[in-house]
Structures are given as C-alpha cells and as structure tokens.
C-alpha cells in the first residue's frame, strides 16, 4: 500500500466503508456447526465500494489489506469489547485461555540488556537440566542475546518452539567464569490461573486468582483441598486485577459455595433468549463463610463470581468497584487463522443488574475511579466508593441494598491509603528501584538466604542488615534522595515491599504474599470482617 494512499485516501476510505458497516453481516455467515467464518461477496454497496477501489484507485490496492483495516474500525464503533484478532496474535490469545503453552519453562525479566531467570517453572524443563534462579541467557543457539538490545518479544520468540524440539542455551551463573552450556527440550509449559494459596492463620485461607482459564476451576479445587485439610473453616477469595476469561469457569468455581437451585448469573441479548446459570449441588465451600476481594481492574468473570456471592447473600464483598465489563462476546475464526470475538449477550446478576458499564460510540465511559496509575491514587482514595452511574436499587433476598450502574459496587470499600504514597516512594517505584535493589540483593547473597530455609528465617537475617540504609543509597545512585519527611512516610511501606521482593527472589509467591499483605488495606479489612463472619443458609 502507497505512502500517499494511507496519508491522504485512508481516512475517506473508512467513511464510506463504516457507513456500508451495516450490511456487513451479508458478507459474515456464521455456521451454527462450525467455528469458521466462510466470506461468500455479494452485490451490496461495501463490495462495490471495495471492487470499485481495488479496480479504479490511482495505486494498486488489494481488497484483502482493505478488509484487515475496515473490520477492527467497525467493531469499534460497536462496543468496547468486540474485537478482531488478526492471525499473528490469535495463537498468543488463545493460550493465555487455554493454559499452556510449548517452551521451556521459565519465568525471566530483561535486566541491563540481559534475560535473567527469575524461576523456573516447577517440574519445567529447564528446572530438569539445572536451570537457576539467577541464572542469565547469554546465547541462544549460536546467537548472542545479552547486551544486544533484544527484547521481551524476541527472547520469547526463541524460547518458545514445539513440544519435542530441543534448544540450545548458554549461560552465565553467579561464581562461575566459564559460560554454561544447556540443551533444553522444550514441553507443554503451564500457564496457572492461581497466584497463590495459603492459611492467613489457623481459620482463614486466602486464593488469589488471577484469570479464569481452562485450568482454573481444577486448581481452585486443588488449592481449596488443600486448605481445607489444614484446617481451613472461612475463605478469602482475591480477584482483584483479574479480567476475567472464560465464563464456566467462574460458574464452576461459584457453584462450590451453594446448594443446588440457586440461579448464578443470566445472558440475554437480541438473537439470544435468556439463558440461566443455575447450581447444580452442594459444593465443599457451602457452608463456609467467604469475603471476596476486587478493585478497579476485577471484570466479566470476576464480576460474575462476586455479583453472585453479593446477589444471593453468601458473602461479603470488600475493595473498590469494579471495571463493569458485562457484554458476553462469541468468537468464530476465519480460514485464514484470524478470529472475530462479537458481543452477543449481556451478563445480569441474580438480582437483574446489568454488569456493564455504560457506554456511547463503542467508547466506554471513563472508571468509576479514574485510571488506576499511581498519579491517580489521591482520586481512588477521595472516591466513596458507592458512587453509580444511575441511582437504580436494587435488593437481595434478605433485603442488603445493592447498586445498579455497571460494575459490583462493594459491601465494604476500601480507598487506597495515600499517606505512605511520598513523592519519594512514587519515583521510586515508577521506576522500578524497589524490585531491582530486592533482585541485585537477592543474586548477590543467594546461597546464603536459601540457607534460611523459609521466608520468615530469611525476614529475621533481613531485620538485622539495615537495608535502607543500602537501598538508600542505591537510590541515591539513581539521583533520587527523600527528605526526612518523605522517609518516614514511606519507610514501613518500603522495607515490605524490599523484603518481599527478596523473599519471592529465594523462594517463590508463596513466601511474596504474605509478607505483602502486611501492607495490603484492603486483605487486611477483608480479613478483620471475615473473622466476625458465621455463615447461616
């Protein structure tokens, strides 16, 4: 396609093609046994208006480079949600949904130009050869990736591969001179949808979910079988920054927390009759009080799962009202490998609210929040939290006031608490100083902090080395200094989190989480609320 085609003719070739979008369900026809989309042209004003371009147009232009521009255009002008998926991205899409993925098997961030190991994935082919935390790629194949400007996108694309196909990799580990030399045969690598499970004390487990996939219900089983044989008698359920997935999943994971009969969530859309989500029987959570967790980025799924435990009286919703993505979307592939992903439903909870935020022009309205970035915090904070979009109330069956407007409005909101929040403690997390000082700390000592065995044996060596004062320092290499105010607003806040960062570094989430939540308002409030809790059906 021209230079001169795309600068000037672009913008009038969207005109006309968004004001023939409405017949382009003449040239979509969805097979009700199929997944594909079959094109079939017909006499109708979008074909003629391509034909006529692809024929008559001043430069060579092909209809297909045409289409690929006009369909994304047009779903945007439908809803916030429907989206075309071209072919190079489908594949990427769909493993996140599905679970896994080919490669070999490790978590790794791009420090100073090189790929260093963060984890590698338990029971993953790297850990079999004697893969490390620590550990940096230097070469793949006969390929030099370090200090070569590569990036996270090129380092995946060589990584991952097939299952069966074999990769070789050199690396550079903390003592040794000489490069190391691994060949890695790369295997179906899982991607989990629980972040972490654990006892906040003898009673209380905590679940962390951070999308709804394939796998998810089996390991929401898993973790809560666990939990359970450690004593567990209440549940806190974190969903916050989890977008969703796949709906029968989150339907799953609810059905657990009630006795058969009770309806879940319903779709219902123009071409599509209402359809009812009902439980099927009793699950091993029935009796046991639960507080669900979820803030601005908690969605579809999520708000599905939490608009049922609210709806339905089971339990307690605590944190910030959440995104309001309640359009159900349908994907069907075309042969070329790309896909279409329509909206064709809406998501209702029990009590008849719309999850949906409202929006005009295929634009969603701005969060109830703002955006969640650092520089909007104050915001979040100063908000009630009970703010709607209509004033429409609704009632549970034992009379609990529930909001209309998009999005689950919690039972109890939580603002961000802003006072730690220096300028100080702002620099230096936008630019990543508390992670990078946590791993740089954790690669130089790291025999000896394994040695502790446990992340609390290792918070104990910790306490006793004066970190801020190093960290303070590192800091201050990167020209950031804090004044004595700004210090003591956000040492606690700091210390946390360096401590955690180093902990997941030895260990893993499982030692990250807990000593996070030391600092997390809203798992704390959570957990002050659900120790007050007994559940009565």
Not at 44 to 70: R, W
Not at 472 to 487: E, G, H, N, Q, R
């Amino acid at each position: 396609m021209s230079k001169p085609f795309s600068k000037y003719y672009l913008p009038l070739v969207f005109a006309l093609l968004l004001i023939a979008g409405i017949l382009i369900g003449n040239q979509l026809n969805f097979n009700g046994n199929s997944k594909a989309i079959s094109i079939y042209p017909q006499h109708n004003k979008l074909q003629s208006v391509l034909n006529y371009i692809e024929e008559e147009y001043v430069d060579t232009i092909h209809q297909e480079d045409l289409v690929e521009l006009m369909i994304p255009k047009i779903l945007e002008e439908l809803d916030p949600h429907s989206v075309y998926i071209p072919p190079q991205d489908l594949e990427f899409t769909n493993e996140q949904l599905h679970g896994a993925f080919d490669g070999i098997g490790v978590q790794f961030n791009l420090r100073e130009d090189t790929v260093v190991i963060v984890h590698p994935i338990p029971g993953g082919p790297s850990e079999k050869v004697g893969i490390l935390a620590g550990d940096r790629i230097i070469k793949v194949g006969d390929s030099l990736i370090a200090g070569v400007g590569v990036t996270t996108e090129t380092v995946m694309s060589l990584l991952k591969g097939k299952k069966g196909t074999v990769v070789d990799i050199s690396i550079q580990r903390y003592g040794d001179e000489e490069l190391l030399p691994f060949s890695i045969t790369r295997d179906k690598i899982p991607i989990y949808s629980l972040d972490v499970a654990y006892m906040m004390d003898e009673k209380v487990g905590y679940i962390k979910m951070n999308r709804f996939a394939r796998n998810t219900y089996q390991e929401f089983i898993d973790a809560g079988d666990r939990l359970l044989a450690q004593g567990m008698e209440k549940l806190i359920v974190d969903l916050r920054g989890n977008s969703g997935g796949f709906m029968e999943m989150a339907i799953k994971m609810i059905d657990e927390f009630f006795e058969a009969g009770t309806l879940i969530v319903y779709t219902e859309g123009k071409a599509r009759p209402r359809s009812e989500s009902i439980s099927k029987s009793g699950g091993r959570f029935t009796n046991t009080p639960v507080v669900v967790l979820i803030d601005e980025w908690s969605a579809s799924a999520s708000e599905i799962f939490a608009g049922a435990i609210q709806d339905n009286d089971r339990g307690v919703i605590v944190g910030r009202r959440s995104y309001g993505k309640g359009l159900v979307q349908e994907q069907r592939e075309f042969p070329d490998g790309s896909a279409l992903r329509l909206t064709i439903a809406r998501y209702f909870t029990p009590t008849g609210r719309s999850i949906q935020t409202p929006y005009e022009n295929g634009k969603q309205d701005d969060m109830p929040f703002g955006h969640p970035d650092l520089s909007d915090w104050n915001e979040l904070a100063a908000d009630s939290g009970n703010s709607t979009k209509d004033s429409t109330v609704y009632l549970t069956p034992k009379g609990k006031r529930v909001y209309g407007g998009g999005g689950i409005t919690p039972d109890h909101t939580v603002a961000v608490d802003t006072l730690p929040l220096s300028d100080f403690y702002i620099k230096v997390r936008n630019r990543g100083l508390i992670y990078q000082f946590g791993f740089q700390y954790a690669d130089r000592h790291r025999s000896e902090l394994v040695a502790t065995g446990d992340y609390k044996s290792l918070v104990k060596l910790l306490d006793k080395r004066n970190l801020h004062e190093s960290f303070l320092d590192f800091a201050a290499s990167k020209d950031i200094k804090p004044s004595t105010s700004d210090w003591k607003r956000s040492e606690n806040i700091i210390r946390t989190m360096i401590h955690a960062q180093i902990a997941r570094s030895i260990f893993d989430d499982q030692s990250y989480y807990p000593l996070i939540q030391e600092i997390d308002e809203s798992l704390l409030v959570g957990k002050s609320i659900i120790d007050t809790l007994s559940y009565q059906p």
